[in-house]
């Protein structure tokens, strides 16, 4: 046998394994990735109070009878134009913490609030929101993203 032949067999016997191992493709997405395997997406790199949290509370706490209007439970108005000015470096009036901590979520007694864990950090009442079901976690998950981006009035 010529000494190319010997060479060329390892190499071609060794290409015949690879593609052996590579599939058929069943499995993958358009990109080529595995299906199943791409965690779901989480709040946005930057969250903002007019385009991701005004929104929530504007269908959610801001409501006749709630946190709107000109008499709001616990003087606690999150209406547009106003959520930021009530919350962000208020203290509460129900728990030691700040509303709003901003960088802090965990320190932030809005968070604990809406999770339901507001009795762990002093606090008292009921989760909120009250009426119309408790919020989804990707809402949750908007409002920690934009307190610890900074709660910036934007």
């Known amino acids: 046998m010529s000494p190319r032949k010997l060479t060329s067999f390892p ?14 493709g069943t499995g993958l997405d358009a990109n080529g ?6 965690p779901p997406p989480g709040p946005p790199a930057t969250a903002t109070l007019s385009g991701d949290v005004q929104p929530i509370f504007t269908a959610n706490c801001a409501l006749s009878g709630c946190h709107a209007g000109a008499n709001p439970t616990l003087g606690l108005n999150l209406s547009s134009g106003l959520a ?9 009036i129900e728990s030691p913490l700040l509303r709003v901590r901003p960088l802090r ?12 864990t507001q009795l762990s950090v002093g606090g008292s009442g009921g989760r909120m ?3 119309g079901g408790d ?3 990707a809402e949750i998950d908007l ?10 009035d934007n």
């Open 33 to 38: 990735e595995p299906l199943g395997t791409v």
């Open 129 to 131: 929101p009250p009426i």
């Open 84 to 92: 930021f000015q009530n919350i962000v470096d208020v203290p509460s």
């Open 143 to 152: 409002i920690r993203a934009w307190i610890t981006d900074g709660a910036e």
């Open 105 to 116: 979520p965990d320190s932030s007694y809005l968070v604990h609030k809406v999770q339901g």
């Open 11 to 24: 190499l071609a016997a060794s290409l015949l394994a690879v593609a052996a191992c590579v599939g058929e």
């Open 135 to 137: 919020l989804t976690q």
